[in-house]
């Protein structure tokens, strides 16, 4: 008997500690509801400051895109969220297409965001920009050696290419604004070229594919610049540097993290006002830095580290558009055998 | 008997088996909307290379987790050699490693780049040639390792109580200890080697975490693409019903080689102390290849996990993880009490129920173990979002009511692991004679009495393996948690992916390294009480 009253304790603890966490939400004004895909420790800081400038609570979850859009979608007009964050300009597409985004007229935000960077709608707005570009080992290339995304299927590069997985969502917005600059036959060719130069399978990451390259297994790749930010901080002198891809024509690829308001939002208000916070040229500054990024806003400068990469042409194309070609673009992918 | 009596039984395993019920009905409902245009590429390009991928995967998995998880098995419950007290519980250990932390250690450290090959390459030249991690033997070896511990627990239990009795009855009819194994010892421990190699297949299919740290393609991260980067939610969920399918057909193939044959054996105090003593160089290779397993499965990621987590704690560690893993225990344990207890109304049930409806409810209820996470949580999601959304058309107001609270997250749960407390607890019943309930029941006992005073204390082990295989897998679950996770309920393990969707691994090392100390606890107290029993019995 004493033995079942112990069990018994043992389990009603079990079900109220997380109950009791659960209680210490803090009660305060109408609170920020976010679904962000920009992950926790890229957003805190900056969700905690602004909820105490304002006096209220923001509440959050990180998840990937797609799933945080199919429960918005799930939740419908229920919906707590007041507004989508995203890490990748074709999910913020995808959102606008399944019409949980609505539009907002902000001439603070027209000012400070470019126009490739922000729908023509106000349903997102661009908030860090992150460049896809060509990265180089510093021991074993010149950069005279380098020009365009293309120019790495020469036959110069013949195993000596690295590349992340075609299933993420990077390479595929990049070769989707490849498919409308160069269109779709010349995409599959210049595609097939890089895998016909690859020097190990695809990396499932960024990190691996820079380190790869260091480590000397490869010489060029393809990778978000901030990733190299991140690794240049951490050791210095890491031997590998970036080389800004297709500067005499088109441009670098650029995607965006970026947030729109939800059409079910029931603090627009606040969201709102969030946005235009982060636009502001001293939090545009922190946001990007935060991660090696580029701000959105064209006034305020990156990191010195990222910054002494150089300026660059980014390509005008608004990212908008890279996601209504991104499923051409994976099944081009799929055809090329980029796993 | 009643006629109402007669059914409760069958309408008790269709209430169980309604949290997948109401996951499949939305997946099919989402599916019936997938782009033909959409299923032609991926016939044409996808789905054959995906499918044999996943075949063969799935074949190399179990068969190696099936090898490492019988032998160590055999070695530990009826051999004796140099350490077996020890690695007879450390051996169970990589169970609290994530199968995704594994893959990431291995790839960090093995891969070109990594420390080890660095090192060998400083040592014996820059040209040496070394075999590639990131390649199907090493997405194979990763997924063995961490799975072979449920094939060694299940296969554990049931040498403790045959194993002496199989090796008397080798020995009387002379033969070796070797025949003793194959012939008498693997036959009659069929039922729980099948339903651990059925537990890693599940697991390997639904797997995401690991297979995408390899990039190697298999029908899972085909429903993830179709889904992520195709932008149809549709065609994703049909792709998961095309495995849902696929589970089922292997499943009943299983059980048709299985046959009708019974496996009930009385637990009746057979076991003898009977263990083959190996002695000279076959004892030192017992113990080395036990060390071996033990190390790559558990012992080595661990200290590179620690090394990494040493790094970053001073940035990352603070009083935040207390919350972290309260939570996941908290969860974890929510979840293992629930599944137990559905667990156990399905296999009693089923045990009572007339006709084939009650094993139909059974195999849909168990079906989740080989989705991927993620299309449950789909499944969750738009099914809780529904029924938020009918309730508010019938009583008004605003907000959420059932998505985004525990309650969601509990139903993924259930959906996703009852299987896992299925398995020992069924294995539990099938060894409990029909003959002891019939007397039981003569003695006037109803069917509730019967089940609180015959079957609870007989399935007493299995009860404790099935609640502590659902902690664990709990514990380590990420898409469901996060996709209906309420605000301000992170996890460990959601810790884990906020780091790695960013690439930075070695953060990750500290909320990994929490889940395997924390999964500790469990796969101790199971491992105690496996003792315990064999001590007892």
């Known amino acids: ?339 | 008997m009643t006629s109402s009596q007669r059914q409760s039984p069958t309408l008790a395993a269709i209430t169980v088996a309604l949290p997948m019920i109401a996951v499949v009905v939305a997946v099919m409902q989402g599916a019936a909307g997938a782009d033909a245009e959409l299923w032609a590429h991926l016939r044409e390009y996808v789905l054959a290379g995906v499918a044999w991928n996943t075949v063969i995967l799935v074949a190399g998995v179990v068969a190696i987790a099936m090898a490492l998880g019988t032998s160590l098995a055999w070695l530990t419950a009826a051999c004796d050699f140099p350490g077996r007290s020890f690695f007879s519980w450390a051996l169970l250990l990589p169970m609290a490693m994530p199968a995704y932390v594994l893959a990431f250690v291995a790839v960090a450290t093995l891969d070109y780049a990594g420390a080890v090959p660095a090192l060998l390459r400083g040592w014996f030249g820059a040209d040496l040639w070394l075999p590639p991690i990131r390649s199907t033997g090493g997405v194979i070896g990763v997924l063995a390792l961490a799975g072979y511990p449920y094939v060694y627990l299940m296969a554990r239990g049931a040498f403790m109580t045959h194993g002496a009795r199989a090796l008397e009855a080798a020995q009387s009819l002379g033969l070796g200890p070797w025949a003793g194994l194959f012939r008498v010892a693997i036959p009659l421990a069929r039922p729980w080697l099948a339903g651990g190699a059925a537990l890693v297949a599940m697991e390997t299919l639904a797997d995401f975490g690991a297979v995408s740290v390899f990039n190697y393609d298999t029908f899972t991260t085909a429903i993830y693409k179709a889904w992520f980067a195709l932008f149809s939610i549709e065609t994703a969920l049909g792709l998961a019903l095309l495995l849902l399918l696929f589970v089922v057909v292997a499943l009943a193939l299983e059980r048709a080689a299985r046959g009708r044959a019974r496996y009930s054996a009385s637990d009746s105090g057979a076991r003898a102390a009977l263990r083959i003593e190996l002695t000279g160089a076959r004892a030192w290779m017992a113990c080395g290849y036990a060390a071996l397993v033990f190390a790559l499965g558990f012992a080595l990621p661990a200290i590179a996990l620690t090394q990494w987590a040493w790094q970053v704690a001073p940035l990352d560690l603070d009083g935040r993880y207390v919350d972290y893993a309260l939570r996941t225990l908290g969860l974890a344990g929510m979840a293992a009490i629930l599944c137990l207890a559905l667990a156990i109304v399905l296999g009693y049930a089923t045990r009572r129920a007339a006709g084939p409806v009650a094993q139909a409810a059974a195999r849909v209820a168990t079906l989740g173990y080989a989705v991927p996470g993620a299309v449950l949580a789909v499944g969750v999601v738009t099914a809780l979002g529904a029924a938020d959304q009918a309730w508010r058309t019938l009583a008004g107001g605003e907000g959420l009511w059932l998505q985004g609270t525990v309650f969601a997250l509990l139903l993924g749960y259930v959906a996703r692991f009852l299987a896992v407390a299925h398995g020992p607890v069924q294995g539990g019943f099938e060894r409990i004679r029909p003959s002891l309930e019939e007397a039981a029941r003569g003695f006037g006992l109803g069917a509730r009495e019967v089940l609180a005073r015959l079957h609870l204390p007989l399935l007493g082990a299995g009860m404790g393996t099935a609640i502590l295989l659902v902690f664990v897998d709990v514990m380590k679950e990420m898409p469901i948690t996060l996709m209906t996770r309420p605000f301000g309920w992170d996890t460990l393990a959601v810790r884990v992916f906020e780091m790695t969707a960013e690439g930075e691994w070695e953060r990750a090392a500290l909320p990994s390294l929490a889940i395997v100390v924390a999964g500790l606890l469990p796969v101790v107290l199971l491992t105690w009480r496996m003792e315990r029993a064999a001590r007892t019995a």
């Open chain 1, 1 to 339: 008997m004493v033995l079942k009253l112990h069990r018994a304790g043992w389990l009603a603890t079990l079900l109220l500690v997380p109950l009791l966490l659960a209680g210490t939400a803090r009660a305060a004004g109408e609170p920020l509801v976010v679904y962000t895909a920009r992950k926790y420790q890229l957003v805190d800081e900056l969700f905690q400051e602004y909820g105490r400038n304002r006096g209220i609570e923001v509440k959050f979850v990180t998840d990937d895109g797609a799933p945080l859009i199919q429960r918005l979608i799930a939740e419908g007009a229920n919906s707590p969220a007041d507004l989508f964050i995203s890490v990748d300009a074709g999910d913020l597409w995808r959102a606008t297409e399944a019409g949980i985004l609505a539009p907002v007229k902000s001439p603070m935000l027209e000012s400070a965001i470019p126009p490739h960077l922000r729908d023509p709608q106000g349903r997102w707005f661009g908030l860090a920009v992150r460049a896809r570009t060509i990265a180089y080992s510093t021991d074993r290339v010149k950069p005279a050696e380098l020009s365009t995304y293309a120019a790495l299927g020469d036959a110069r590069w013949k195993g000596k290419l690295c590349l992340r997985s075609g299933k993420h969502a990077y390479n595929q917005s990049l070769v989707a604004m490849m498919i409308g600059d160069l269109g779709e036959a010349a995409t599959e060719r210049v595609v097939r070229s890089w895998i016909a130069n690859l020097a190990a399978p695809p990396f499932s990451s960024d990190t691996l594919l820079l380190k790869a390259i260091a480590a000397g297994q490869c010489d060029v790749g393809i990778v978000n610049s901030y990733y190299l930010g991140r690794l240049q901080a951490e050791t210095p002198g890491f031997p590998v540097q970036i080389f800004w891809a297709d500067q005499k024509a088109g441009g670098t690829h650029v995607n965006i993290s970026g947030g729109g308001v939800t059409r079910h939002a029931k603090n627009r208000a606040e969201a709102i006002r969030f946005l235009e916070w982060v636009a502001t040229p001293a939090i545009q500054q922190r946001f990007a830095a935060v991660n090696y990024e580029f701000p959105a806003n064209a006034g305020v400068a990156p990191l010195p580290v990222v910054a002494a990469w150089g300026k660059f042409e980014p390509n005008l194309v608004n990212v908008g558009t890279i996601g209504r070609t991104q499923p051409a673009a994976v099944r081009l992918l799929d055809r090329a055998g980029w796993r």
